[in-house]
């Protein structure tokens, strides 16, 4: 059999081991054999002359150009013979057994937080492209790209988090679409190879599992209805419902007594709330699960999941900043938490993972450019002992200058020097820093200000995280590691910047989730403290009247769509 021998230079994805030759995180650029073969069939055929007409009648090097460049290498491989298309001896065309299985995983896209509508497209017309080759071979592809649109969305998410906001850099996961055509086309389970994308986060699949059951109160606990902050030894009617709520024994006295406060207080440490046992607004409603939630909710928090790494890692931090909270897991289970404090919304914590490289002990803070601009600057030019009343050093090209010595008047309007402050008690990054380089030139730290710690919004730093109790997370961040610890790390305590490097990198996540799974199953919300919620609902066409996903009252019968 004669070929023709194309040899095609074609982005490929690089290897990966979390999906069977299909997903991939990084990109890299393979020359890759494809081999031409003559069709053997007359649909092939057909097939062929509405790929070539595409292929040979675009402007080369143009967007159509290319895409069906790389439809005709890929279906020029396998004898152009069609994956979703078969012909009957008569001359009817239908959609194959693996087409069928599909087109029923797209009527249930609903059920994945996605929409039928995106998938079972007027493109996909059996009856319309009969005896047409231009027609047939659209239809063939078109169902191909739906395919990889089910794919891409199952597995990625349908929104770019960069179009919704710069601080939402989150690197979106690659599907190496070649390799999953080949899957599908060699598969006796098409079903199962596409399902084989869906996120495997526990988290995900409980919130897929609400939205299965949704009804209005997605699990809500008993609800505990606003009122007087209770305190010890203090009598209300809302006691039976508290009683009821927390799973302690009913008892006719309506007194707020010691059982009920262990177990508000138990209640509120699991949720990184102040331990006080008093029942305030926070804890009503944290008890009651936050604000209400919605359809919308759900699979805004969906699509979000999909943004993130396939694997998180068996050994990570995960910072929620919805949620306020720091969190270490080992093998999904969580192992240690604390509270921290964010960005203002002026200053937002960007949404990324990286990994922890380096441990900071009495670090430097090199003051951002923004703070100098707007709040050193100022003060320096009017005050020159400004910068060394704050335990502040000046520095013009690298070294260290004394401001005292600066002609301001000649500086003028400009200020061309760069302000660190010295490790010490008074740094504004307190004793320790964990860093994960990155373009944002945020980290973890510590912090001489722990008061804010107390309360229940905690959106104030300038970017980067302040932890609660460092030196605990350090200990409990440090469980794999054989040459450091908290001892050695407290031990270099003093007035000099000491850096140590850690064995093993560790995954840090910072995300944004405004629903949680709770230990009890139930799912708590968390306030929208940035609008990205808001902004991703928007953003799916969520708040568009009958936009939000459902499964489509059609079935699949003898290779088309009927009602």
Request: glycine letters at 6%.
């Amino acid at each position: 059999m004669n070929k023709l021998m194309v040899c095609l230079f074609a982005a490929l994805a690089g290897a990966s081991t979390a999906l069977p030759a299909l997903a991939q995180d990084a990109t890299t650029t393979l020359p890759t054999r494809v081999v031409i073969a003559p069709p053997q069939s007359e649909l092939a055929s057909t097939i062929k002359t509405g790929l070539a007409a595409a292929y040979y009648g675009a402007v080369k090097d143009s967007t159509a150009y290319n895409e069906a460049q790389k439809l005709y290498f890929f279906y020029g491989e396998r004898h152009f013979e069609p994956l979703w298309l078969e012909q009957a001896a008569n001359g009817d065309v239908a959609f194959s057994a693996s087409a069928q299985k599909i087109l029923k995983l797209f009527l249930a896209a609903g059920s994945e937080g996605l929409r039928p509508s995106d998938y079972l497209t007027p493109d996909l017309d059996v009856a319309g492209a009969k005896g047409d080759p231009l027609k047939m071979a659209a239809l063939e592809t078109a169902f191909s790209g739906a395919a990889m649109r089910y794919a891409s969305n199952i597995y990625t998410g349908r929104i770019r988090p960069l179009s919704l906001s710069e601080n939402l850099d989150i690197e979106p996961k690659l599907l190496d679409q070649s390799a999953l055509m080949m899957q599908l086309a060699s598969s006796a389970d098409p079903v199962a190879v596409l399902q084989a994308l869906e996120p495997t986060h526990p988290e995900f699949l409980a919130l897929k599992a609400a939205l299965a059951n949704f009804d209005g109160s997605v699990d809500q606990p008993v609800h505990v209805a606003d009122g007087k902050t209770l305190k010890p030894g203090m009598s209300d009617e809302r006691v039976p419902l508290l009683r009821e709520r927390l799973a302690l024994p009913a008892v006719a006295d309506t007194t707020y007594d010691d059982a009920l406060i262990e177990a508000i207080k138990a209640f509120q440490g699991s949720l990184g709330l102040t331990t006080d046992g008093i029942m305030g607004p926070a804890t009503v409603a944290a008890l009651n699960g936050g604000t209400a939630i919605t359809r919308n909710d759900i699979l805004a928090n969906m699509e979000r999941w999909r943004w993130m790494p396939r694997d998180l890692g068996a050994f990570n931090v995960f910072v929620n900043l919805p949620e306020y909270r720091l969190a270490i897991y080992r093998q999904g289970q969580e192992v240690y938490t604390t509270r921290v404090v964010i960005g203002a919304t002026a200053h937002q914590t960007p949404i990324f993972s990286n990994a922890i490289q380096h441990i900071v002990v009495n670090p430097y803070w090199n003051v951002p450019a923004s703070i100098v601009r707007n709040e050193i600057a100022p003060k320096t030019r009017a005050n020159p002992g400004y910068i060394a009343g704050q335990n502040m050093e000046l520095l013009y090209g690298g070294k260290v200058v004394s401001a005292s010595s600066i002609d301001w008047s000649a500086v003028g309007n400009s200020f061309p020097f760069s302000v660190r402050q010295r490790p010490g008690a008074g740094n504004a990054l307190g004793q320790i820093k964990f860093l994960f380089p990155n373009k944002h030139d945020v980290y973890l730290h510590d912090t001489p200000s722990k008061s804010l710690f107390a309360r229940d919004y905690r959106a104030y730093s300038h970017g980067c995280v302040r932890v609660q109790n460092p030196m605990e997370f350090a200990d409990a961040l440090l469980a794999n590691e054989t040459t450091i610890s908290r001892a050695s790390l407290e031990a270099m305590f003093g007035t000099s910047e000491r850096w140590v490097n850690p064995e093993h990198q560790i995954p840090v996540h910072l995300a944004y989730f405004t629903l949680r799974v709770q230990p009890d199953g139930t799912i708590r919300s968390f306030g929208d403290v940035y609008g990205h919620n808001a902004k991703l609902i928007e953003a799916m066409g969520l708040n568009t009247p009958g936009a939000a996903p459902a499964a489509a009252p059609v079935s699949v019968e003898d290779g088309a769509l009927s009602p």
